[in-house]
């Protein structure tokens, strides 16, 4: 094709296929239009500030609870405060297309997210400059999640159904690469870094004390009713109403909120509803072998989570 602009009918074709194919960088898939590789390059030479927050997931394991808790964090828990901004641009992605200039220039404290691997983080954080956390959830769970994502993202292809969704998880052809290779190669590097970990399935079991410890982890000091205020915005009901949070101000381009949402079920165990018994071996197989010198366990029912 030579002209891509030569009607709307084949501008948007092309706008399509741009978006919808990955890109790989340097063994991660990037998605094109919203990720570039001169922004990774740059991201290992960042200058960290002490002050530095990065919250780090794979993708479908929290991150926007996350944004919200923190945003939270910093107004003390007065959700009046976060009413002028979206959470995606109070608590930004670093990996998005021209988000070096933003964050340069940002003020302290500046507070991220990234879905990024470890291998490009920023190299000031093994010198102990700012603070990681790490935010895990149960692949399963994350899966099931991920497949409904893509039913609804411009910006990834639509699976034809669970079971080719399943596959290409498993392959790690998606954005985020493999669920196994992105947990491993952050948390087997703790140890250089001010680093927390906690998962998805403890917010759900007990929002209270995971909140608490955020806060102890980043020195931020709350009155027991400022952190029941931010637990209390950072529930999945709420935050579903809540336009700051619930991203549902995303452009349609991007996400066609028709056909789904960022706030879509918030549990654990959902995988039930969808894995077959043979593919439920098949992964059980799979994340024995592959996390077998892996020191993580998670919760895959919400069952598990009763304490008796
Ligand atoms: N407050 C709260 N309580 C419980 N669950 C919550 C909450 N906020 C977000 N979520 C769930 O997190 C899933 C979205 O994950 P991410 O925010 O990491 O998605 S993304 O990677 O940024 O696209 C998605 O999970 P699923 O519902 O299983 O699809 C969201 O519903």
Redesign the pocket.
Known sequence: RTDPYRTSYHYHEYIYELLIHFRDFRGFNLISGIHSPEVLDQIHNFEIRDSDVFVI????????????ILSLIEVKGDVTATNDQLNSERVPWIELLDSEKQFVSASSPRIH?S?LPYKFMPLGLKQKKGKVIY?A?NPK??L???F??HKF?NMLETPKDFDTFFEKFMEGNVF?NCWFEHVKSWCSHNDEMNFSYIT?EE??KD?QSVVERIASFLGRNLTPQQLNDVVEH???????NNPQ?N?QQVPVNLLNHQQG???????VG?WKNYFTVAQNERFDKVYQQKMKDVPLSFIWDMSDLVTP
């Open positions: 997931t794979y993708p479908k394991s929290g991150t926007i609870w996350l944004q919200q997210v879905h935010v959830r769970d994350v099931v999640s991920y409904h994502f993202a985020g998805y917010m759900i929002l950072s529930t999945f009901k709420n935050m579903k949070a991203y949402a960022f706030m879509r079920k918030g549990t959902d």
